[in-house]
């Protein structure tokens, strides 16, 4: 082959993959909350493996198109960089602006059906090809660098987890469009330095694109904002708005001088005005809220506020006489609105006698305390949007780590001898199907058997607020100790009196008609019995699969896959299906950016010797190494506090520690005990996981956060240093195996993308039907198949001929370079 082999300027390009390196992971966080906002929060489980289909479709490029290897490596950085910006511009307009209504895909047959499963397939496109340019110019740069590849591959490393690292407080002050445009500036950038001075119109071209994305990112030109889908309410008429780490935050006045916050285009809470004036707060002795104090009789002398929101739960908390009051919110953009940007508007909550307002993650700040609450109140996230169908539905494939039983659990023991806890949940029809009540209280018993409770029925007490129309509100109130007859007492005397209040469960009671008085007053066999016979799963779920909303099982939904939906029962496994779609959606652009090239190589494909065991090998990394990724990602939530922090401190700590087990990999190759060994290790790795994780991290609760992501990278650094070795190996064992070496790395490496990009999709739901312990020795299982082939693919090696050319092509030596 007549690849060009030069050697350029190597510190151009030790800065350019660098720049390009961290730009592709800023682009990578940034599109996972533009997706989260624009779509839903499980869509961005997609994100993660178009980028990888991006990046390794580039790789892909360069090996198989000769055009490419004859092109100098300057022109390559210069060119992808320019178009590879503009490509990235144009994405995000197209993606921000496109309108789309996911819950129509499945009205089946119909024309809107087909129109927005396209308008994804477009959205997936776009996303898709803004890491193409990434992708070629990583592949050349270290393909072409034989002597200087260690130093290259160690700028890109560094680049991609400074990346990941940067990308939170980067979004929390420009926001995840200007982020984006961030990444396209960094590529624009690389690709003016490198360009040759002979391409004077590129020069120019580059120039303006320059100068363009500086404007944009200085403000001086707005972006168009963007559109969400039809389900949501959208940004229209909002009178505030700000993008956080957390979810994006939208105020908006309706009549009655009420705001409503939208939470990513969803309804999410209320923000009501307070004079300072506790005389206005009347409201509230007709409101569900009232309950808790009811039940009290006497004011909390200590109350903790888990999701304080805007403060409807304060206000409230303040007409109750509540002594002191601690209101806990994750999302800094909502707290600012109490002590900033709306503080006169709400009556400066944060400064009224006994208030005070904590920006935190609610498990995390529940852990530090040493207190006893007389109330613990959890306000619901979608409490103030139960008749918003698609809303509700948004939170099926979330990680609901505040709503396990190792959370309620801790809750019960912070409580003071006489405190309770509260829960609400929206419900879209109590009477009909209460499955979030049903599915807590569930949890709940399991809760209080975990610290010794035998007669969970006398510790709770259960209300609902049911409006037939406009979507209901159930009240779960637990206690350490049974409740008294006095207690009791009290909570029936007043839960009539309530507008539209109807009693479920209270000690001491017959069941009534609601399967939840059933659950409540069952023994555990009862309950067992009732739940398994209940149309939905309301299993107690725990921490190690805290899908909460997760109510009806994958077998179930598979069966009646073709059956059409009513877009307005969110928990009829529309969330299901959707993650269903995404993975027929991996499945297939995987197979024709990753596969389908290869049709241009078939007579070199034809005759590899043993693609058949190399593709189990690669086949097992991509899955098993996702496994890995995806659910260290997700058991991290809890600890880091947000999805958004846990996905970019493993992403960061996978890369680089990756990176480093790929090259020293490179010095143990050939030692036949190296497989045995790394598999035992990963043995090791995995148990720790399963069995002492949970107690390190449980332990490390009430650190800091910068503490706690401290811990999150020594924890992945075993992980990823023993991952990072498998690839290499297998890739240069496979390229020892015929003349076409560069063909069969590409092969092998598009396999391994392939099962790559279905496992970031199969990994969840794995998860959420089995639990993430039982996926990560499924990882294990998957490495021990892949050590196996190992070993097939080294028998083949020894039989096989020594090809004509020992020396790998520069494109080999990219990919073997590469961690998954």
Same mark, same amino acid.
């Given at each position: 082959?007549?690849?060009?082999?030069?050697?350029?300027?190597?510190?151009?390009?030790?800065?350019?993959?660098?720049?390009?390196?961290?730009?592709?992971?800023?682009?990578?966080?940034?599109?996972?909350?533009?997706?989260?906002?624009?779509?839903?929060?499980?869509?961005?489980?997609?994100?993660?493996?178009?980028? &990888?289909?991006?990046?390794?479709?580039? !790789?892909?490029? /360069?090996?198989? $198109?000769?055009? @490419?290897?004859? #092109? =100098?490596?300057?022109?390559?950085?210069?060119?992808?960089?320019?178009?590879?910006?503009?490509?990235?511009?144009?994405?995000?307009?197209?993606?921000?602006?496109?309108?789309?209504?996911?819950?129509?895909?499945?009205?089946?047959?119909?024309?809107?059906?087909?129109?927005?499963?396209?308008?994804?397939?477009?959205?997936?496109?776009?996303?898709?090809?803004?890491?193409?340019?990434?992708?070629?110019?990583?592949?050349?740069?270290?393909?072409?660098?034989?002597?200087?590849?260690?130093?290259?591959?160690?700028?890109?490393?560094?680049?991609?987890?400074?990346?990941?690292?940067?990308?939170?407080?980067?979004?929390?002050?420009?926001?995840?469009?200007?982020?984006?445009?961030?990444?396209?500036?960094?590529?624009?950038?690389?690709?003016?330095?490198?360009?040759?001075?002979? &391409?004077?119109?590129?020069?120019?071209? !580059?120039?303006? /694109?320059?100068? $363009?994305?500086? @404007?944009?990112? #200085? =403000?001086?030109?707005?972006?168009?904002?963007?559109?969400?889908?039809?389900?949501?309410?959208?940004?229209?008429?909002?009178?505030?708005?700000?993008?956080?780490?957390?979810?994006?935050?939208?105020?908006?006045?309706?009549?009655?001088?009420?705001?409503?916050?939208?939470?990513?285009?969803?309804?999410?809470?209320?923000?009501?005005?307070?004079?300072?004036?506790?005389?206005?707060?009347?409201?509230?002795?007709?409101?569900?809220?009232?309950?808790?104090?009811?039940?009290?009789?006497?004011?909390?002398?200590?109350?903790?506020?888990?999701?304080?929101?805007?403060?409807?739960?304060?206000?409230?908390?303040?007409?109750?006489?509540?002594?002191?009051?601690?209101?806990?919110?994750?999302?800094?953009?909502?707290?600012?609105?109490?002590?900033?940007?709306?503080?006169?508007?709400?009556?400066?909550?944060?400064?009224?006698?006994?208030?005070?307002?904590?920006?935190?993650?609610?498990?995390?700040?529940?852990?530090?305390?040493?207190?006893?609450?007389?109330?613990?109140?959890?306000?619901?996230?979608?409490?103030?949007?139960?008749?918003?169908?698609?809303?509700?539905?948004?939170?099926?494939?979330?990680?609901?780590?505040?709503?396990?039983?190792?959370?309620?659990?801790?809750?019960?023991?912070?409580?003071?001898?006489?405190?309770?806890?509260?829960?609400?949940?929206?419900?879209?029809?109590?009477?009909?199907?209460?499955?979030?009540?049903?599915?807590?209280?569930?949890?709940?018993?399991?809760?209080?058997?975990?610290?010794?409770?035998?007669?969970?029925?006398?510790?709770?007490?259960?209300?609902?607020?049911?409006?037939?129309?406009?979507?209901?509100?159930?009240?779960?109130?637990?206690?350490?100790?049974?409740?008294?007859?006095?207690?009791?007492?009290?909570?029936?005397?007043?839960?009539?009196?309530?507008?539209?209040?109807?009693?479920?469960?209270?000690?001491?009671?017959?069941?009534?008609?609601?399967?939840?008085?059933?659950?409540?007053?069952?023994?555990?066999?009862?309950?067992?019995?009732?739940?398994?016979?209940?149309?939905?799963?309301?299993?107690?779920?725990?921490?190690?699969?805290?899908?909460?909303?997760?109510?009806?099982?994958?077998?179930?939904?598979?069966?009646?896959?073709?059956?059409?939906?009513?877009?307005?029962?969110?928990?009829?496994?529309?969330?299901?299906?959707?993650?269903?779609?995404?993975?027929?959606?991996?499945?297939?652009?995987?197979?024709?950016?990753?596969?389908?090239?290869?049709?241009?190589?078939?007579?070199?494909?034809?005759?590899?010797?043993?693609?058949?065991?190399?593709?189990?090998?690669?086949?097992?990394?991509?899955?098993?190494?996702?496994?890995?990724?995806?659910?260290?990602?997700?058991?991290?939530?809890?600890?880091?506090?947000?999805?958004?922090?846990?996905?970019?401190?493993?992403?960061?700590?996978?890369?680089?520690?990756?990176?480093?087990?790929?090259?020293?990999?490179?010095?143990?190759?050939?030692?036949?005990?190296?497989?045995?060994?790394?598999?035992?290790?990963?043995?090791?790795?995995?148990?720790?996981?399963?069995?002492?994780?949970?107690?390190?991290?449980?332990?490390?609760?009430?650190?800091?956060?910068?503490?706690?992501?401290?811990?999150?990278?020594?924890?992945?650094?075993?992980?990823?240093?023993?991952?990072?070795?498998?690839?290499?190996?297998?890739?240069?064992?496979?390229?020892?195996?015929?003349?076409?070496?560069?063909?069969?790395?590409?092969?092998?490496?598009?396999?391994?993308?392939?099962?790559?990009?279905?496992?970031?999709?199969?990994?969840?739901?794995?998860?959420?039907?089995?639990?993430?312990?039982?996926?990560?020795?499924?990882?294990?299982?998957?490495?021990?198949?892949?050590?196996?082939?190992?070993?097939?693919?080294?028998?083949?090696?020894?039989?096989?001929?020594?090809?004509?050319?020992?020396?790998?092509?520069?494109?080999?030596?990219?990919?073997?370079?590469?961690?998954?």
């Amino acid at each position: 082959m007549a690849e060009v082999h030069e050697g350029g300027s190597r510190a151009r390009q030790t800065v350019a993959i660098f720049l390009v390196s961290l730009a592709g992971l800023l682009l990578e966080v940034g599109y996972t909350r533009i997706v989260s906002y624009k779509l839903w929060y499980y869509y961005t489980y997609l994100v993660i493996g178009l980028a &990888l289909l991006g990046i390794g479709s580039g !790789g892909i490029f /360069v090996v198989l $198109f000769k055009r @490419l290897r004859r #092109t =100098s490596t300057e022109k390559i950085i210069a060119l992808c960089s320019i178009f590879g910006a503009i490509s990235i511009v144009v994405g995000y307009v197209v993606i921000s602006r496109l309108p789309v209504d996911t819950l129509s895909i499945w009205d089946y047959g119909t024309r809107a059906s087909f129109k927005n499963l396209a308008i994804i397939g477009v959205i997936c496109f776009f996303i898709f090809s803004s890491f193409i340019a990434l992708g070629i110019i990583v592949s050349t740069i270290l393909g072409r660098a034989p002597d200087g590849i260690g130093r290259l591959y160690f700028a890109d490393l560094i680049g991609a987890g400074l990346g990941c690292l940067a990308a939170i407080p980067l979004i929390t002050r420009l926001g995840p469009p200007d982020v984006i445009m961030v990444s396209a500036l960094i590529f624009t950038v690389v690709g003016l330095l490198a360009l040759p001075r002979r &391409l004077g119109v590129m020069m120019g071209l !580059g120039a303006v /694109v320059g100068v $363009f994305l500086i @404007l944009i990112v #200085t =403000s001086v030109i707005t972006l168009p904002d963007v559109r969400t889908e039809d389900t949501k309410a959208g940004p229209a008429n909002a009178a505030f708005s700000d993008w956080g780490p957390v979810f994006r935050v939208d105020v908006l006045f309706v009549p009655g001088n009420q705001a409503l916050l939208l939470h990513d285009g969803t309804f999410g809470s209320a923000l009501h005005k307070y004079n300072d004036d506790p005389t206005t707060l009347g409201r509230y002795d007709q409101d569900p809220r009232a309950l808790p104090f009811k039940v009290l009789g006497n004011p909390p002398e200590k109350e903790l506020i888990i999701g304080s929101a805007a403060g409807n739960e304060i206000l409230a908390s303040l007409h109750f006489h509540a002594k002191k009051i601690e209101g806990v919110e994750l999302n800094p953009v909502t707290l600012s609105l109490l002590t900033d940007h709306y503080k006169k508007y709400s009556g400066d909550l944060g400064h009224q006698p006994g208030v005070s307002l904590h920006q935190a993650d609610g498990r995390t700040y529940l852990a530090r305390s040493k207190e006893k609450y007389d109330l613990v109140w959890y306000v619901a996230p979608d409490s103030y949007a139960a008749n918003n169908a698609a809303s509700s539905g948004a939170f099926v494939l979330s990680e609901s780590y505040l709503y396990t039983k190792e959370m309620i659990a801790s809750s019960l023991q912070h409580l003071s001898g006489k405190g309770i806890m509260v829960v609400q949940f929206g419900e879209l029809d109590f009477e009909g199907a209460p499955n979030r009540t049903a599915r807590y209280v569930m949890t709940a018993r399991a809760a209080m058997k975990q610290i010794g409770i035998k007669d969970p029925g006398n510790h709770m007490i259960v209300s609902a607020f049911i409006t037939h129309k406009t979507g209901d509100l159930s009240t779960i109130i637990l206690k350490r100790t049974p409740f008294t007859p006095a207690e009791v007492a009290r909570y029936r005397r007043v839960a009539p009196t309530l507008p539209k209040v109807s009693e479920v469960w209270a000690p001491g009671q017959q069941p009534g008609p609601s399967v939840v008085s059933h659950l409540a007053a069952a023994t555990d066999a009862q309950a067992a019995t009732i739940a398994a016979s209940y149309p939905r799963d309301i299993s107690a779920i725990s921490d190690d699969s805290p899908f909460f909303w997760h109510f009806v099982p994958f077998d179930s939904v598979i069966r009646n896959i073709f059956h059409p939906l009513s877009a307005q029962n969110p928990e009829d496994s529309i969330g299901e299906r959707v993650l269903l779609l995404l993975l027929s959606v991996s499945v297939l652009y995987a197979a024709v950016f990753l596969l389908a090239p290869f049709f241009f190589v078939r007579k070199e494909w034809r005759s590899l010797p043993g693609k058949g065991i190399s593709a189990v090998y690669f086949s097992a990394l991509g899955l098993g190494f996702m496994f890995f990724e995806i659910t260290m990602i997700q058991r991290l939530v809890r600890f880091l506090g947000y999805p958004t922090y846990s996905l970019t401190v493993t992403l960061a700590s996978i890369l680089v520690f990756t990176g480093i087990g790929a090259l020293v990999s490179k010095r143990l190759a050939g030692r036949r005990w190296l497989m045995p060994v790394l598999l035992a290790v990963l043995c090791v790795i995995t148990l720790f996981y399963e069995v002492g994780l949970d107690n390190l991290t449980n332990s490390l609760l009430d650190q800091s956060l910068a503490v706690r992501v401290l811990v999150s990278l020594i924890v992945l650094a075993p992980l990823g240093l023993c991952l990072g070795m498998f690839m290499p190996l297998g890739l240069s064992l496979v390229g020892k195996l015929s003349d076409h070496a560069d063909e069969y790395i590409a092969w092998s490496w598009a396999v391994n993308g392939f099962f790559s990009v279905i496992g970031s999709v199969l990994t969840t739901i794995l998860s959420m039907s089995f639990g993430f312990s039982t996926v990560q020795y499924m990882a294990l299982v998957v490495y021990a198949i892949a050590a196996l082939a190992f070993t097939r693919i080294s028998a083949v090696a020894r039989r096989t001929p020594a090809p004509a050319e020992t020396g790998a092509g520069p494109e080999m030596r990219t990919l073997e370079a590469t961690p998954t």
